[in-house]
């Protein structure tokens, strides 16, 4: 059979963009002589629509989208996600759903079995389950539909298993001929290759082509990849999407030629995926320029670089905002990158707006040293005066932390943390640093001294994060087993860890829960990230022994 796949960005709620989308897909793909063309999951409403899934007008726009979509269709088949409703009841209203549409009219539809609870997955919260689901007739031939999480709870290919059903080997022992899945997989780092090998395994057991259409795109803090996979019944990858673009492309299912293993580095996945989000969420939530502090160090450093690269350095602004303990270093870093960049670049001393501030509290805070309060008052003007630029000139304003800092709150709450969008906080530093070298890799952007300096706040007399925080290489491997590998503290002492750093560091993290719950959203490109994934309580007392 062959097969296009409509590799598009959907908006959540945008369902005339959305049509328009799919449409045009569509109609490329009957033009190019396709038999089926196929989108990803909820392409209709978008996805994730999280709670606009309670509100009924939602629902009723999608369906009749989906009508209008079904009405548009001639011989080519139209395989499309979207919200479908639950007849049953007892139950959810909706359903999480894919139709195949053709002459005009919705031929059948199918519910998806597996709902992901868990890590950034809710669909339980809104959805009704499949509780059975058989092959369709489509051109003389029984097809397999299954959605996204359907797939990936094969007891081949999975030491543990979320769920007892493996709808995929279902359909093919009712009779399917060709697995098609619709898809809205969040990307992360490794995603690529695992997904690979698991749709590749599966294609061989079940000995049937296998069809996978995934969403583009970021929504939210989630971004997804794209790089849709067809494969022969030999488990030989026929077909490929692009990763973190829009695409069409045309499989034939029994294809014998196969294609090579996708080989771009980490960081060039990690430096498209960064862009992509950024890009969206500044288009899709209306805004079109962003500003930022740029500070001459190498987190704020990589952010102008990802927002120059997303968004056009027509549309970036970057501020310096020195105090009387910054270094002039700092700032012929700042100028310089922001010239290599081409973006806008000012400088606005915070340094008489933070005297003012101690005149006033003197004889409140009088008797007492200072401290990190007067450190705050810093981070707090600069939060003060880029939300003004922000307001004023109707920019988006990024923060610039990264994971380290945000995992055991070396950052301000309303100071540093101000912001609508926390563009490489799921980065722990190593990997700021290891993005920043692939970026320079062809010429320096980014000013050596910004990769070699000790990192710095710069809130007091020749300070570096060091004198507050572990190495950032020690920082970063506890993090990593603690937070992505959920290790237990005894586990982690084992592995080598000197045990006063590791019950400090993870004290850190246990206890500045509440900052991160105050952070503005970040992109997600890890396995494990803070934010709508990790669902820790503030107030709780829990220690490990």
Known sequence: MRIALAQINTTVGDFAGNET???????????????????????????????????????????????????????????????????????????????????????????????????????DRYFEPAADNQPVEFNGRRIGLTICEDLWNDEDFWRDRRYRRNPAVELARAGAEIIFNVSASPWHLGKNRLRHAMLASLAAKTRRPLVYCNLVGG????????????????????????????????????????????????????HRALVLGLRDYLHKCGFKSAVFGLSGGIDSALTACLAAEALGPENVHGVSLPSQFSSS????????????????????????AFAA?????????????????????????????????????????????NKSELAVGYCTLYGDMCGGLAVISDLPKRDVYRLARWINREREIIPAASLTKPPSA???????????????????????????????????????????TVRRVVRLIDTSEYKRRQAAPGLKVTSKAFGVGRRIPIAQRYREA
Do not use: W
């Open 21 to 123: 989308r799919l449409l045009g897909a569509y109609q490329r793909g009957a033009a190019a002589g396709a038999e089926l063309v196929v989108a990803p999951e909820l392409a209709v409403a978008g996805y994730p629509p999280r709670d606009l899934l309670l509100r009924r007008g939602f629902i009723r726009q999608n369906l009749e989208t989906l009508q209008r979509l079904a009405a548009a269709t001639g011989s080519t088949g139209f395989l499309v996600g979207f919200v479908g409703e639950n007849a049953a009841r007892p139950g959810r209203e909706a359903t999480n759903a894919v139709a195949l549409l053709q002459h005009g009219r919705v031929v059948a539809t199918r519910m998806k079995t597996l709902l992901p609870t868990y890590d950034v997955f809710d669909e």
């Open 219 to 270: 929504n939210d803090e989630l971004i997804f990849d794209g790089s849709s996979l067809a494969f022969n019944g030999g488990g030989a990858l026929v077909a490929r999407g692009a990763m973190f673009a829009q695409d069409f492309v045309l499989a034939e299912t029994d294809a014998t030629a196969a294609l090579p293993a996708e080989g771009l580095p980490d960081e060039e996945k990690l």
């Open 329 to 352: 270093g700092s700032l012929d870093d700042a100028r310089q990158l922001a010239a290599n960049l081409g973006i806008r670049y000012d400088v606005i001393p915070i340094q008489p």
């Open 357 to 401: 501030a101690k005149t006033q509290l003197a004889p409140v805070f009088a008797g007492r040293p200072e401290d990190t309060a007067e450190e705050n008052i810093q981070a707090r003007l600069r939060g003060v005066i880029l939300m003004a630029l922000s307001n004023k000139f109707g920019a988006l304003l990024l923060t610039t932390g």
């Open 458 to 500: 710069e809130l007091r007399p020749n300070q570096t994060d060091q004198d507050s925080l572990p190495p950032y290489d020690t920082l970063d491997a506890i993090l990593d087993a603690y937070v992505v590998e959920c290790r237990s503290v005894a586990a982690i002492i084992a592995a080598g860890f000197d045990e006063a």
